[in-house]
């Protein structure tokens, strides 16, 4: 509910305090008085597209500010919640525009865009007149409004709809995927059957290595030690000594000189090359193995080695790649039930959808028809007996608002085709086919204020007392604010607002005055009689009140 609007510089406003209440505000004047003014003040701060000059000659820069009750609007405090701004039960709106035609706008006073006001206005303000393209001319809303209209819940549609989605993003990522694990199933298998032939242990290149190295070294050394063996042996160095020995003892009885020394010397070395020998011969022993072993092993490591560079890993890392490839495999067997069990799961959600949702369907064809017999009965007093109102309902794509697409259809004059409301040219028709719809749906205007603009234009007499005793009923559950130059409508206001013009040293200013009860009966008369107020016509303003 709007409280209060404070504007300051703007068009032809200097500064202006408005304090509105519940119920149905008047606002009446001469024409030209600038009534039209406080609207497109009004739609400035809600972040409508409005005139591009805005700043009240003289000033540098115009404001408005508009504070709204949001006690019971749970929509605005979703809006300010998903926008990252405290709500609480009052807002504050406020908008600046400087001559370059630069517009800041605040929201409880934090800065925030024209998207999150427009989206504030869409909850907080309806405007209907010959120039409106919101609220009932907006082809969107009217599913809304005959679900509203036959109490028709359609919450529990929305929760099917996005569970089919859901589950439908989730078949489609799992059929992805699936079919993303299976183009590579055959060379995972090849690479699984490679590994398990090989089926290499943790560790194993490094154990390998070690084995390779030793026993290359070993090879080098056992052929060197074989070598010394041939030449300490009983061929070689052995033996020669053997034959030494023989020589020297043959002729040791015939030298002068005692020989016994030397053969000593040479029987000790022998002895000790035969020790020698024992030693490389023990050695050689142990470390005799197999050439082929070496040829084993070297082959199993360029084995492991080649796999590991074939798949760009460590080879420490195969044994734990190939549970990797083999959880893979598994997972696309998997993949495949998943999907079997997603196709399940669609089906039923989209059968549990269309049923819903063709139900849903079947009620609002009912719903229609009811609204079209309120219409009826509210057109003629309105004089307009002889228009058209039809919800048309068509079947379009499914969406969260099921199969159904609503279009209010009308015709306000005898003979002219029916269209869509919003293509029905502008006039006092289009406004008073708004008001009777508007009563219609009156039950869905809470929380909402609702602004009328000249709704009353182009009748009079029973027809201009039937739009305002209709704008009444309205106000009883919403905040109405209507701009009229119907005395019969003004009469209906529970507050009352005079909007007036003057000039002062070539300066146009516009103000408005909130009327009491004597200043009420002669803003009436005056509507009733021009500008000279007649006894008769305060009578007559008296009687209307």
């Known amino acids: 509910m709007l409280r209060g609007l404070y504007i300051t510089d703007l068009l032809l406003i200097d500064k202006l305090e408005l304090n509105f209440q519940p119920g149905l505000n008047v606002l009446t004047g001469e024409t030209g008085a600038g009534k039209s003014i406080l609207l497109d003040s009004l739609g400035f701060v809600l972040g409508w597209r409005g005139r591009s000059s ?7 820069n115009g404001e408005v500010i508009a504070y709204f009750d949001i006690k019971n609007s749970v929509s605005v405090k979703e809006i300010l ?5 405290p709500a609480t039960d009052e807002l504050i709106l406020r908008r600046t525009v400087n001559l370059e035609g630069r517009k800041t706008s605040y929201v409880n006073d934090k800065r925030c865009s024209g998207e999150i006001l427009r989206k504030l206005s869409d909850v907080l303000v309806e405007i209907h007149g010959q120039f409106d393209d919101r609220g009932l001319l907006n082809p969107k809303s009217h599913i809304d409004l005959l679900d509203n209209f036959g109490n028709i819940n359609s919450f529990k549609l929305r929760l099917l709809w996005k569970e089919y989605r859901k589950t439908e993003t989730e078949l489609n990522d799992a059929k992805l995927s699936y079919f993303d694990a299976i183009k590579d199933n055959d060379y995972i298998k090849h690479s699984i059957d490679e590994l398990q032939k090989l089926s290499p242990e943790d560790g194993e290149d490094e154990l390998l290595d070690i084995r390779r190295r030793s026993m290359q070294s070993s090879q080098k050394i056992r052929g060197d030690i074989e070598k010394a063996s041939e030449l300490i042996n009983e061929s070689g160095a052995e033996g020669l000594l053997t034959d030494a020995i023989r020589w020297i003892e043959g002729v040791s009885n015939d030298a002068e000189d005692s020989l016994e020394n030397v053969i000593s010397n040479l ?26 072993e070496l040829e084993k092993v070297e082959e199993r490591l360029f084995a492991i080695r080649a796999l590991a560079r074939k798949h760009d890993i460590l080879p420490d890392n195969l044994n734990t790649f190939s549970l990797e490839l083999i959880q893979k495999l598994e997972n696309s067997k998997l993949s495949a039930q ?16 269309d049923k819903y949702a063709s139900d849903l369907s079947k009620l609002r064809k009912k719903t229609a028809k009811e ?19 039809i919800v048309n309902i068509d079947t379009k794509k499914s969406s969260e608002d099921g199969f159904d697409e609503v279009t209010f259809i009308v015709s306000t004059n005898p003979g002219a085709p029916a269209g869509p409301i919003n293509k029905i040219a502008s006039g006092g028709e289009l406004s008073r086919f708004l008001l009777a719809l508007k009563v219609c749906l009156t039950k869905t205007n809470q929380n909402l204020t609702m602004i009328f603009d000249e709704i009353d234009r182009g009748v009079g007499g029973a027809t201009a007392d039937a739009v305002g005793q209709r704008l009444a009923d309205i106000a009883i559950s919403s905040q109405v604010l209507v701009v009229t130059h119907s005395p019969q409508v003004a009469a209906k206001g529970a507050h009352h607002w005079q909007v007036n013009k003057s000039t002062m040293n070539r300066v146009t200013t516009s103000t408005v005055i909130q009327l009491d009860e004597n200043a009420r009966i002669n803003e009436i008369a005056r509507m009733l009689s021009g500008d000279k107020i007649t006894p008769e016509a305060r009578a007559a303003a008296q009687a209307l009140l």
Request: glycine content about 4%; charged content about 25%.
């Open 54 to 60: 805005l700043v009240r000659e003289g000033a540098n």
């Open 81 to 85: 919640k998903s926008s990252g701004i």
């Open 267 to 292: 029987s000790s070395s022998l002895s000790n090359l035969s020790n020698a020998q024992q030693y490389i011969d023990k050695y050689l022993s142990l470390t005799d193995f197999n050439p082929l």
């Open 338 to 353: 998943e999907i079997i069990n997603l196709e399940e799961k669609l089906s039923e959600s989209k059968a549990n959808y």
């Open 371 to 389: 609204l079209e017999r309120a219409m009826v009965n509210e057109l003629g007093p309105l004089k307009l007996e002889n228009s058209r109102f």
